[in-house]
């Protein structure tokens, strides 16, 4: 889930089926792509994404624009997995050094 309107480049996983509002783009992966690995190969292109928002009183990034985002993804599953682990890794060690 990627919050498109406002506060722009908030980001979600939900483990279990949820609903959201027109604010949220949700991406729902099929079984060949490794959803920590989308989740932090989007995170990783947030600062692009708030970029090229739309100039208004309130910042907003449209479904189309969204939609034509690439990401360059590993076709092996396992290799998908290895990446997320590490930035899974990576995140918790700087987390831990903060607090």
């Known amino acids: 889930m990627f919050t498109c309107i406002a506060s722009i480049g908030k ?3 939900s483990i ?3 609903i959201t ?3 949220i783009n949700s991406i729902i992966p099929s079984k060949k792509y490794d959803n920590e690995f ?3 190969g989007i995170m990783n292109m ?3 994404i708030k970029s090229t928002q739309s100039t208004n009183t309130l910042p907003i990034i449209n479904k189309t ?3 034509k985002l690439q990401i360059n ?3 092996s599953f396992d290799e998908q997995i290895k ?3 590490f930035y899974h890794k990576l995140i918790r060690k700087l987390l831990l050094k903060i607090y």
């Open 21 to 23: 509002n027109q604010q």
């Open 83 to 85: 990446i997320a682990f």
């Open 46 to 48: 947030v600062g692009y």
């Open 16 to 18: 279990n089926p949820c």
């Open 65 to 67: 624009q969204f939609s």
């Open 38 to 40: 989308l989740y932090y």
């Open 73 to 75: 993804i590993p076709k």
């Open 11 to 13: 980001m979600s996983m």
